[in-house]
């Protein structure tokens, strides 16, 4: 009897983990086990007979316990070991001692998240429930956690899988130079000129059953597009808003970096499941950037620890990828002659685009154009949201300079679907009827400046030297009157 209330012991200590309920009593051999997949990935479990025994008459207990047929050659007495089954961690403990016997394992088909298995015609005894070896590995699936538990089967009983796994999440932060200084709040999508340092962010949580692990793996795998470049000096590593400098490795990979946790639980002594680890560094926006609604996407998932029935160790699984984009945009400025039909395009004129700082209160160069054929056709590209003013540098011969043109873009993007949303630009001074057409997938505004001649002074010869003769006659006369004039004077 001893025996059967250590047994009824571990049963308590083990509806921590799954929620049994046993609502009815069965024959010896018509009892049944429902598992429920509670967890996030698909899961393929195996059922394997630990012990057996007689059903005591009218009780939910076991005796006259035996070893089961799910067992290969156990060693001593089947009521000795079970007596050591006092909680959950002993009975875990036993389970790695004993060599499963595969040809006598029952499985089952994949089982989806919320979804259940049935598995029937079962004597009555305790039973190892574990998902199929290497079936939560990360080459396999994403959230994937193994599960093993030992609970006892009498009639039918319904039992829910406590999986978990932990999540990452990435943020970017987004500004806009022209209006402030400071840096937005953390998003999913931002918007940056080239050569700007862009600051992300990585946060990965912890599983609640952490304690269940000896050793905890924990990757960070961030992987960059290449119009990102990573700044290599920036990054800093927190784990529950403090800074850490030791227990973890940065790798740079072909497209990003790793940082790598080999056992984050040494990293301090009050890491437990609410923590929260994070990663914050610069990428700088470069040449390589595409522009509009393409974007520069930046991701990352996390490595993890996922088979607390090995401690921690070997087996990990995936999270899914979390995503954040960048975009950045183009101004495309089309010269053309005011005088002709139709607008014809104009060579001959070069423009500077500067745009507004408000640290300093004065505008700054911004991108430099890249001219087309015929030199009629100028683009700036890699362009954050702001206020700018184009200025014309040089004017074709025979025009009239345009007054420097002030204008904003103005761009919208969506968080929850990391799309480009509008792209706009009006002028503000200058030619106030200056007109942007958005491109949004190309990120384009794009504009028409014109050029017209104005008035020309006369030319030497013809009639242009006969008005500057008479001109000069005249002069010279008048000159010479009040010369006389005074002589008249001065005689009196």
């Not at 049963?11 to 996030?40: C, E, H, R, Y």
């Not at 298995?117 to 079936?135: E, R, W």
């Not at 974007?295 to 996922?306: A, I, K």
Request: hydrophobic share 35%; charged share 25%.
């Amino acid at each position: 009897m001893k025996g059967l209330k250590k047994l009824t012991s571990l049963m308590l200590a083990i509806a921590l983990v799954l929620s049994i309920s046993v609502p009815s009593f069965a024959a010896q051999d018509t009892n049944s086990l429902t598992v429920k997949n509670t967890g996030k990935a698909d899961h393929t479990f195996e059922l394997y007979q630990i012990f057996t025994g007689d059903v005591v008459k009218g009780k939910k207990s076991i005796s006259n316990i035996k070893w089961g047929n799910g067992v290969t050659n156990p060693t001593g007495s089947a009521e000795e070991a079970a007596k050591k089954m006092t909680d959950e961690k002993a009975a875990l403990d036993l389970v790695k001692t004993l060599t499963l016997n595969n040809s006598n394992a029952t499985k089952s088909e994949a089982v989806k998240p919320q979804q259940s298995h049935k598995f029937t015609g079962l004597k009555a005894g305790y039973y190892l429930v574990k998902d199929v070896d290497k079936s939560q590995n990360k080459d396999k699936l994403e959230d994937g956690a193994y599960t093993l538990y030992i609970l006892k089967v009498v009639g039918e009983v319904e039992a829910e899988t406590k999986l978990d796994v932990p999540k990452v999440e990435k943020k970017v932060k987004d500004i806009n130079d022209s209006e402030s200084q400071a840096e937005g709040e953390w998003a999913d999508t931002a918007d940056h000129d080239i050569g700007d340092k862009v600051s992300f962010k990585l946060e990965g949580t912890l599983p609640t059953n952490l304690d269940k692990y000896t050793t905890y793996k924990y990757v960070f795998h961030d992987e960059l597009s290449e119009g990102l470049t990573f700044e290599e000096n920036t990054v800093v590593v927190k784990v529950d808003g403090a800074t850490i400098t030791n227990g973890f490795t940065k790798t740079k990979t072909a497209n990003g970096f790793d940082i790598t946790f080999d056992d984050l639980k040494k990293v301090s002594p009050t890491v437990n499941h609410t923590s929260k680890i994070t990663v914050e560094y610069k990428a700088t926006l470069n040449q390589k950037a595409k522009l509009g609604s393409a974007g520069n996407p930046n991701e990352v998932y996390l490595e993890y620890s996922n088979n607390p029935n090995k401690g921690g160790e070997g087996d990990t699984g995936k999270t899914p990828k979390d995503k954040v984009i960048v975009f950045t945009y183009k101004v495309v400025v089309n010269k053309v002659d005011g005088n002709a039909a139709a607008n014809k395009p104009l060579s001959g004129a070069q423009f500077k685009l500067e745009k507004w700082d408000a640290k300093t209160n004065a505008y700054k160069d911004a991108a430099t154009a890249v001219t087309g054929t015929g030199g009629t056709t100028f683009e700036f590209k890699g362009l954050d949201d702001g206020k700018y003013r184009l200025t014309e540098t040089v004017t074709p011969d025979g025009y009239n300079t345009i007054n420097p043109i002030e204008f904003n873009v103005v761009a919208k993007h969506k968080d929850d679907n990391l799309t480009l949303e509008s792209l706009n630009g009006n002028a503000l001074t200058g030619s106030i009827d200056l007109n942007f057409t958005p491109k949004l997938q190309e990120g384009a505004l794009e504009t028409t400046v014109v050029n017209k001649s104005g008035p020309e002074l006369p030319e030497t010869g013809g009639m242009g030297r006969t008005i500057l003769y008479v001109v000069g006659a005249a002069l010279i006369i008048g000159a010479g009157a009040i010369l006389l004039s005074n002589r008249k004077k001065a005689g009196k």
